[in-house]
């Protein structure tokens, strides 16, 4: 029987292109944790979360919204002592716990990026509109009110179109994207 | 003129339109010609990557083979987003033949090949490395004297590209608004993050990066913050109100694109460069 693959191995295989140093290599020196812009909303620092990867404690990184609440600013990632590709690490570990269809409750990250994905195989581009679909009922009335009017606002001052562009060879991209990854039926 | 293919990004269609005309509007006065890629589609900015890895490379890397196709060398987004994830999809292609070759079975569908030559570039770089200081110093008609502007970078117009700047304290931007007469602020946030598709995703701490932000430029004493990418833009124009009600602050600095500063300064038409509002609001902010 093959060995099981470390957790750190696991995460380290999704990181198809990055050119960042294997996780293993951290020092546990906090300065990821530091330059974190986010850090105070997340569960578990960039710091700890690497030090769950390296103890394979699976679960708990499941469960925790550190890498949702990373912004992909890089900040970590440019600063590491050890040259890890932070940054890259927490997109690994937002697709890990993708695939294994299992985070924390409450969270809209991985709702957006799905509907976000799912926007772009059905028409080529982004549009605002679409994707307040995937968050607004996870918002609070208090806030949908607010966003109701922001949008109204941007639309009356000219700054939000009212219909989406669409990419023109649309079928070839969703051929594209088959190649990929398999999709079900396209609208 | 020296045309560049041009990659405008989904958000200057939509809430970056002031962006999407004051670039053209500028970039026509100092002779870059941006012809606008033929049937782009979304780059994905943080989205696709969650998804899937080899998926937002692929998406990412039709726009670079459409932009080959044209013969044109360089490469250029307006939007920082846009930017990082050419820029990086472009240097893998070119240092991962194995990813070249399953990106370009899947643009076969397309027909469409990529080899990653183009030289990926954010439109700021056009105007500073190929126009020059000099050059845009010359065409200044209206220098914007005594406007202490607060040069927001952001994130991915540095970061992660380590190889090319000073990824703690760069100082291009304030180079580029020197040359128009104005006056950059120092601060210390220039560089931080304004929470990206956090605004979305976890509002709470997307505001409270915002409000970090204008607390330490209107601490500055800035006038207006001058931002390089609609992301960027928006959160920190357009989620002002929320950050004051959830802050107790009052703040309303303008926020306008370096675009619209520099087409000022040159002397462009109001409406040619998306101000009116912010003009109005930019005189009572030096008022203050």
Same mark, same amino acid.
């Given at each position: 029987?093959?060995?099981?693959?470390?957790?750190?191995?696991?995460i380290?295989?999704? =990181?198809?292109?990055?050119?960042?140093?294997?996780?293993?290599d951290?020092?546990?020196?906090?300065?990821?944790?530091?330059?974190?812009?986010?850090?105070e909303?997340?569960?578990?620092?960039?710091?700890?979360?690497?030090?769950?990867i390296?103890?394979? %404690? &699976?679960e708990?990184?499941? @469960?925790?919204?550190t890498?949702?609440?990373? @912004?992909?600013?890089?900040?970590?990632?440019?600063?590491?002592?050890?040259?890890i590709?932070?940054?890259? +690490? =927490?997109?690994?570990?937002?697709?890990?716990s993708?695939?294994k269809?299992?985070?924390?409750?409450?969270l809209?990250g991985?709702d957006?990026?799905?509907?976000?994905?799912?926007?772009?195989?059905?028409s080529?581009?982004?549009?605002?509109?679409?994707?307040?679909?995937t968050?607004?009922?996870?918002?609070? $009335?208090?806030?949908i009110?607010?966003e109701?009017? =922001?949008?109204?606002? %941007?639309?009356?001052?000219? &700054?939000m179109?009212?219909?989406?562009?669409?990419?023109?060879?649309? &079928?070839?991209?969703?051929? +594209?994207?088959?190649?990929?990854i398999?999709i079900?039926?396209?609208? | 003129?020296?045309q560049?293919?041009?990659?405008?990004?989904?958000?200057?269609?939509?809430?970056?339109?002031?962006?999407?005309?004051?670039?053209?509007?500028?970039s *026509?006065?100092?002779?870059?010609?941006?012809k606008?890629?033929?049937?782009?589609?979304?780059?994905?900015?943080?989205?696709?990557?969650?998804?899937d890895?080899?998926? @937002?490379?692929?998406?990412?890397s039709?726009?670079?083979a459409i !932009?080959?196709?044209?013969?044109?060398?360089?490469f250029? !987004?307006?939007?920082?987003?846009c930017?990082?994830?050419?820029?990086?999809t472009?240097?893998?292609?070119?240092?991962?033949?194995?990813?070249?070759?399953?990106?370009?079975y899947?643009?076969?569908e397309?027909?469409l090949?990529?080899? *990653?030559?183009?030289?990926?570039?954010h439109?700021?770089?056009?105007?500073?490395?190929?126009?020059?200081?000099?050059?845009?110093?010359?065409?200044?008609?209206y220098?914007l004297k005594g406007l202490?502007?607060?040069?927001?970078?952001?994130?991915?117009?540095v970061?992660?590209?380590?190889?090319?700047e000073?990824?703690e304290?760069p100082?291009?931007?304030e180079?580029?608004?020197? !040359?128009?007469? @104005?006056?950059?602020?120092?601060?210390?946030?220039?560089?931080?993050?304004?929470?990206?598709?956090?605004?979305?995703?976890?509002?709470k701490?997307?505001?409270?990066?915002?409000?970090?932000?204008?607390?330490d $430029?209107?601490?500055?004493?800035a006038?207006?913050?001058?931002?390089?990418?609609p992301?960027?833009?928006?959160?920190?124009?357009?989620?002002?109100?929320q950050?004051?009600?959830?802050?107790?602050t009052?703040f309303?600095?303008?926020?306008?694109?370096?675009?619209?500063? +520099?087409? =000022?300064?040159? *002397?462009?038409?109001?409406?040619?460069?998306?101000?009116?509002?912010?003009m109005?609001?930019?005189a009572?902010?030096?008022?203050?």
């Amino acid at each position: 029987m093959a060995a099981e693959l470390s957790f750190s191995k696991e995460i380290e295989n999704i =990181m198809y292109a990055s050119h960042g140093k294997p996780i293993k290599d951290c020092i546990q020196c906090g300065t990821c944790s530091g330059s974190c812009p986010a850090v105070e909303f997340m569960d578990n620092s960039p710091r700890e979360v690497i030090g769950m990867i390296g103890a394979n %404690l &699976k679960e708990e990184v499941l @469960a925790t919204n550190t890498y949702w609440t990373c @912004a992909s600013c890089y900040q970590c990632s440019v600063r590491c002592p050890a040259g890890i590709d932070i940054a890259d +690490m =927490m997109y690994a570990l937002k697709r890990y716990s993708m695939w294994k269809g299992q985070y924390k409750e409450g969270l809209i990250g991985p709702d957006f990026s799905e509907a976000f994905v799912k926007m772009i195989v059905n028409s080529g581009r982004s549009f605002e509109p679409i994707l307040a679909a995937t968050y607004l009922p996870k918002y609070s $009335a208090r806030d949908i009110i607010r966003e109701g009017l =922001m949008a109204t606002g %941007l639309v009356l001052s000219g &700054k939000m179109p009212l219909l989406p562009k669409k990419v023109k060879r649309l &079928k070839n991209v969703q051929r +594209m994207v088959r190649r990929i990854i398999p999709i079900g039926e396209t609208k | 003129m020296k045309q560049y293919a041009y990659y405008p990004g989904c958000s200057l269609e939509s809430l970056g339109k002031n962006y999407r005309i004051s670039a053209l509007a500028v970039s *026509g006065e100092l002779g870059v010609e941006l012809k606008e890629l033929e049937d782009w589609n979304c780059c994905g900015a943080t989205a696709y990557f969650p998804v899937d890895e080899l998926l @937002a490379y692929t998406l990412v890397s039709r726009n670079l083979a459409i !932009a080959e196709k044209t013969g044109l060398q360089d490469f250029v !987004a307006p939007c920082s987003a846009c930017y990082k994830n050419a820029y990086t999809t472009n240097k893998y292609l070119k240092s991962d033949p194995d990813l070249a070759e399953h990106i370009n079975y899947a643009l076969e569908e397309d027909n469409l090949q990529v080899e *990653g030559k183009m030289k990926v570039r954010h439109l700021i770089e056009v105007f500073i490395e190929d126009v020059g200081f000099e050059e845009i110093k010359k065409k200044v008609a209206y220098p914007l004297k005594g406007l202490r502007v607060a040069p927001y970078y952001g994130c991915q117009i540095v970061r992660p590209r380590k190889d090319k700047e000073d990824v703690e304290n760069p100082q291009f931007f304030e180079k580029l608004l020197s !040359a128009i007469g @104005a006056e950059p602020i120092e601060y210390a946030s220039k560089a931080r993050c304004c929470g990206g598709s956090l605004i979305i995703t976890n509002r709470k701490a997307a505001l409270d990066m915002v409000h970090k932000l204008l607390q330490d $430029a209107v601490n500055s004493n800035a006038n207006v913050i001058a931002t390089t990418c609609p992301m960027c833009n928006v959160n920190l124009e357009v989620y002002q109100g929320q950050v004051n009600q959830e802050f107790g602050t009052d703040f309303s600095i303008p926020v306008m694109y370096f675009t619209q500063l +520099m087409g =000022m300064a040159l *002397g462009i038409e109001p409406k040619r460069i998306g101000v009116g509002a912010s003009m109005l609001s930019l005189a009572q902010s030096i008022e203050k």
